[in-house]
T-cell receptor, first 114, second 113 residues
Framework: GAGVSQSPRYKVAKRGQDVALRCDPI?????LFWYQQALGQGPEFLTY????????KSGLPSDRFFAERPEGSVSTLKIQRTQQEDSAVYLC????????????FGPGTRLTVL | SQKIEQNSEALNIQEGKTATLTCNYT??????LQWYRQDPGRGPVFLLL?????KEKRKERLKVTFDTTLKQSLFHITASQPADSATYLC????????????FGRGTQLTVWP
């Protein structure tokens, strides 16, 4: 594909439901990042993968958040027992390498928790 | 923790003028500083990267400066056009955090005809 794709684009969940958000990075990109963007704010780092290894998950806000990238390409961000404060846009980005490389962002998944 | 401030939430200028956006940071000095453009409903798009040992970088109508003494970056768009209207995000890379970017909240630029 030409760029990073994410699905679904929009997700509405009832409080307490589990959700799974998918990211398809650019083929061949080693690094993959997840960010959370609240309305009117800049993206906030959640977690980072280098191939299939999750090297940094310090930004995950709670143990309800879990991310994986089992084969070093597609990644899934899972949120268990969603809360209203989880409502945000979740952005995925990939880059050829981690350091001093531009990051290519997907369009994001807008999650609304009712 | 790293704190990044972008000068204002909104900037309105007339077409043809130069837009200047400011990014100030505290605490750690970044190894790299990046600027992104974000349109409504879309993900950020990379524009420019400048390293700590570089004073200035240019790309077409865009210019970025980096002053590590002032802990500040300026982002200029010359001969602005209505199509430049978007939110511009400043992002810091500390160089030791595996590519993690610290973003400011962005400045919404509106260029009116």
């Amino acid at each position: 594909g030409a760029g990073v794709s994410q699905s679904p684009r929009y997700k509405v969940a009832k409080r307490g439901q589990d959700v799974a958000l998918r990211c398809d990075p650019i083929s061949g990109h080693v690094s993959l990042f997840w960010y959370q963007q609240a309305l009117g704010q800049g993206p906030e780092f959640l977690t980072y993968f280098q191939n299939e290894a999750q090297l940094d998950k310090s930004g995950l806000p709670s143990d309800r958040f879990f991310a994986e990238r089992p084969e070093g390409s597609v990644s899934t961000l899972k949120i268990q027992r969603t809360q209203q404060e989880d409502s945000a846009v979740y952005l995925c980005a990939s880059s050829l390498e981690a350091l001093n490389n531009e990051q290519f962002f997907g369009p994001g998944t807008r999650l609304t928790v009712l | 923790s790293q704190k990044i401030e972008q000068n204002s939430e909104a900037l309105n200028i007339q077409e043809g003028k130069t837009a200047t956006l400011t990014c100030n940071y505290t605490n750690y000095s970044p190894a790299y500083l990046q600027w992104y453009r974000q349109d409504p409903g879309r993900g950020p798009v990379f524009l420019l990267l400048i390293r700590e040992n570089e004073k200035e970088k240019r790309k077409e109508r865009l210019k970025v400066t980096f002053d590590t003494t002032l802990k500040q970056s300026l982002f200029h768009i010359t001969a602005s056009q209505p199509a430049d209207s978007a939110t511009y995000l400043c992002a810091l890379d500390r160089g030791s955090t595996l590519g993690r970017l610290y973003f400011g909240r962005g400045t919404q630029l509106t260029v009116w005809p």
